[in-house]
């Protein structure tokens, strides 16, 4: 259904090391970095099929965080959810709603954490337990 995600950055080297470290966790290797015929900068991440993506706007307004989305990264245990949590983390981002772990609710037990990226996307690591 989708072919890419991409945010918004107000400081592209900062957000590009933040992703760099917490996609490791995940198996992906370094952002790709690509420059805009505008000289925007963007980076992009493949993975497993998937690709996630940075960018400073094109429209050289700020970057903002969009109230109610989020971005959900696919986890393949509990322990992988816990270290992309610890890693955006101690790359600077912020942990939100409860600790990671499972939650149980009508779509199963989930393994889940979140987490607020360096320009306040909402980051969701999941791991479908049962």
């Given at each position: 259904m989708?072919?890419?995600?991409?945010?918004?950055?107000?400081?592209?080297?900062?957000?590009?090391?933040?992703?760099?470290?917490?996609l490791?966790?995940?198996?992906?290797?370094?952002?790709?970095?690509?420059?805009a015929?505008?000289?925007?900068k963007?980076?992009?991440?493949?993975?497993n099929?998937?690709?996630?993506?940075?960018?400073?706007?094109?429209?050289?307004?700020?970057?903002?965080?969009?109230n109610?989305?989020?971005v959900?990264?696919?986890?393949?245990?509990?322990?992988?959810?816990?270290?992309?949590?610890d890693?955006?983390?101690?790359?600077?981002?912020?942990?939100?709603?409860d600790?990671?772990?499972?939650?149980?609710?009508?779509m199963?037990?989930?393994?889940?954490?979140?987490?607020l990226?360096?320009?306040?996307?909402k980051?969701?690591m999941?791991?479908?337990?049962?």
């Amino acid at each position: 259904m989708f072919s890419h995600i991409m945010v918004g950055t107000n400081d592209f080297d900062r957000a590009k090391a933040f992703y760099d470290t917490v996609l490791a966790t995940l198996g992906a290797g370094p952002g790709m970095i690509n420059v805009a015929a505008t000289g925007h900068k963007r980076a992009f991440w493949m993975h497993n099929g998937g690709m996630f993506s940075i960018s400073e706007p094109i429209n050289d307004q700020p970057a903002t965080a969009s109230n109610g989305s989020t971005v959900g990264f696919a986890c393949d245990s509990l322990e992988q959810v816990q270290a992309f949590h610890d890693a955006a983390v101690a790359a600077g981002g912020k942990s939100i709603e409860d600790p990671p772990g499972p939650r149980t609710g009508s779509m199963g037990t989930l393994n889940l954490g979140y987490v607020l990226d360096l320009d306040g996307h909402k980051l969701c690591m999941l791991h479908r337990a049962g």
